[in-house]
């Protein structure tokens, strides 16, 4: 038999959590259980939450500012080089 397991067989007699009443032990693997529980909750919501940010920074049309209105024959356009104003003669 390997070294290694006749060191775990030995190990398991010497078990604290076997020398433990029953109601001891579930609340033990009760803790366990929800500790474990807890960690792929925490896992699924970092998950979830960066889902969200990649959304919203890559972003839909709503999260964005509204753009800035576009030049129209209503707004006043800059002056070419050699162009005059309408009054001059």
């Not at 970092?46 to 800035?68: D, F, N």
């Amino acid at each position: 038999m390997n070294h290694f397991a006749i060191h775990l067989f030995l190990l398991a007699e010497e078990m604290p959590l076997q020398k433990l009443d029953g109601a001891t032990k579930a609340k033990i693997k009760a803790a366990l259980a929800a500790l474990i529980i807890l960690g792929f909750a925490m896992a699924l919501l970092t998950w979830l939450g960066a889902r969200i940010t990649r959304r919203y920074m890559h972003g839909t049309s709503y999260h964005k500012p509204t753009p800035r209105p576009a030049t129209s024959d209503w707004t006043p356009q800059p002056l070419k080089p050699g162009e005059k104003f309408d009054e001059e003669p």
